[in-house]
């Protein structure tokens, strides 16, 4: 037939205005997308959600292996196409029952040898058409889950505007003495199934579908925070932590490990037609998020229980203890790189879907049983709605409860004022090393000063790696800010103050809450 002698046409009998044309629409596109991207930046650095922006250069980051790798194949296509294998090998492990293909024509090399391809060069430009689908998938997933769990964390905005009332103090008036059973938090955790393991973990399975965070909770999980790591009775704003320590996990999720990439690659190879893993590959994320949230759950009644068996009698309300033995092997962080897993591998899963769907056809051999179809679709769905609106928030309040608050903690202002302290610091203390003559020492200065970094592994702002010393002065310094302003002001004490002066002065506002720290040589 004559359609069957049209030969492709190369660049060299292309016309130069259809290739400047192509060229120049793609530029413009790619143009159009970094211009978006660089806007969002900018609209993330005008909020100081510099989570965000970080997360925003990982998903950059991601992208552009995602596009590095497609580039080393479409390089590599001859080399992968002219490694030749043993058809008996080539026929094993098929995606579909027999060996069916469009294909036309083989690599000579490998043909003359009567052998097959490892990869032929029309597999390895549909393999480029995966990658690209993935990447699509993987980012609207994240960014999915994470506006499904803020939108949930909304409400936690009332509860907390709640805790500045009087009705609030007043009903939780350290003065007031309870029996643990009669305070709300224990009338939901203290039960006949409490100290029982196996009901238990059901009852906690069960909570995950019908309200899975209730305020009581809330409430209790922030009072037992505060109490832990900062002052009793602070105004700290517990909401807006959560909400920038969730950020900051974005920036986790959106990215894509090394391990990660091997379950990815495992799951491949597990399509073959024999494993029928359509009955059992999209149910492992399920399941391993329904046991992350029982196992959240189950750690909200375990301290409960922990409180419980230390005390009978409370003072104003009930206070559970943070601490890291109540996660698995002691690290609150696993549960980030498990949800890590199951929303990368949910993803991954719909975008095959969707890639087979494109290349193959709805009804093509990857996907011929309708049941097939259904579970993949369906399962798909339920993870992200149940991973996003539901063990998401549940995650970021439970995982605050261990034994060291995250740096999160400050507010961008707090954390650039500090900086800026410890410069004017460093400035006044070598200015008095040239203008003083010192007879028994010269004073130092740690070189640490103010590491915010050091935040995430300190339990209390009491071991902020922050101080330093002078033999005749004595510093303390306070930051305030207010609201969306953020002003910071810098405060400097002598000698000379009174013990009680000293204690009123203890304090330093970091986004609503009071702080006591004191730099001196005492």
């Known amino acids: 037939m004559a359609g069957e002698n049209v030969l492709e046409r190369t660049l060299e009998t292309t016309s130069t205005w259809a290739v400047a044309t192509v060229c120049l629409i793609l530029i413009l596109v790619s143009i159009s997308i970094e211009h978006l991207l660089h806007l969002l930046a900018k609209y993330f650095k005008k909020k100081r959600r510099r989570s965000l922006i970080q997360a925003l250069d990982k998903i950059k980051s ?19 196409a002219n490694i030749c294998i043993p058809k008996s090998v080539g026929e094993t492990f ?7 293909s469009d294909e036309e024509e083989e690599e000579t090399k490998c043909a003359k040898q009567d052998k097959v391809s ?6 390895v430009q549909q393999l480029q058409y995966l990658i690209f ?8 997933s994240s960014v999915l889950t994470f506006a499904l769990g803020v939108a949930k964390m909304r409400r936690w905005e009332s509860w907390e505007a709640e805790t500045r009332t009087f009705e609030y103090q007043f009903s939780n008036d350290p003065r007031r003495f309870k029996l643990i059973h009669q305070t709300s938090f224990g009338k939901r955790h203290l039960k006949y199934w409490s100290d029982l393991r196996i009901l238990r973990w059901l009852v906690s399975f069960l909570r995950q579908f019908y309200n899975s965070v209730s305020k009581v909770d809330y409430l209790t999980l922030r009072h037992g925070f505060i109490t832990a790591h900062l002052l009793e009775g602070s105004n700290f704003d517990f909401q807006k932590y959560i909400r920038r320590a969730l950020e900051k996990d974005f920036g986790v999720v959106v990215g894509i490990s090394w391990w990660i990439w091997i379950f990815s690659v495992l799951f491949l190879f597990f399509n073959a037609h024999g494993f029928h893993n359509y009955l059992w590959l999209p149910f492992i994320p399920l399941v391993m998020l329904l046991v992350v949230g029982t196992k959240l759950q ?26 890291d033995h109540f996660f698995w092997l002691g690290r609150p962080k696993l549960l980030l790189h498990l949800m890590h897993f199951i929303l990368f591998q949910n993803s991954f899963q719909l975008a095959f879907f969707t890639w087979t769907w494109y290349k193959f056809g709805f009804r093509s051999c990857f996907h011929k049983e309708t049941k097939d179809i259904v579970i993949r679709l369906s399962m798909g769905a339920i993870i992200q709605i149940l991973c996003g609106y539901v063990t998401m928030p549940l995650y970021a309040l439970v995982t605050q409860m261990g034994t060291s608050m995250k740096k999160a903690v400050f507010t961008e202002g707090v954390v650039q004022g500090l900086k800026r302290w410890r410069r004017k610091a460093r400035k006044n203390i070598l200015a008095n090393l040239r203008n003083t003559t010192w007879q028994e020492g010269r004073p130092s200065l740690d070189a640490s ?7 995430g592994t300190s339990p209390s702002f009491g071991t902020l790696d922050a101080s330093f010393s002078v033999d005749a002065e004595s510093f303390a310094v306070e930051i305030v800010e207010e609201d969306d302003d953020q002003n910071i002001r810098d405060r400097e004490y002598d000698s000379s103050e009174s013990d009680q002066e000293r204690r009123q002065i203890k304090m330093s506002s970091f986004d609503g809450f009071r702080l006591s720290h004191r730099y001196s040589s005492d």
């Open 62 to 80: 991601e992208l552009i292996l995602l596009g590095f790798i497609s580039l080393l194949l479409t390089v590599s296509e001859k080399s992968i």
């Open 94 to 100: 098929l995606p579909c029952g027999s060996l069916t």
């Open 118 to 123: 490892l990869l032929s060069r029309k597999g």
């Open 133 to 140: 689908v993935l990447a699509v998938f993987h980012v609207f």
């Open 298 to 323: 189950g750690i909200i009644t375990k301290m409960s229980l922990d409180s419980h068996d230390k005390a009978q009698v409370i003072r104003g309300t009930f206070l559970v203890r943070p601490s």
């Open 449 to 455: 000063l103010i590491d915010t970094n050091s935040i």
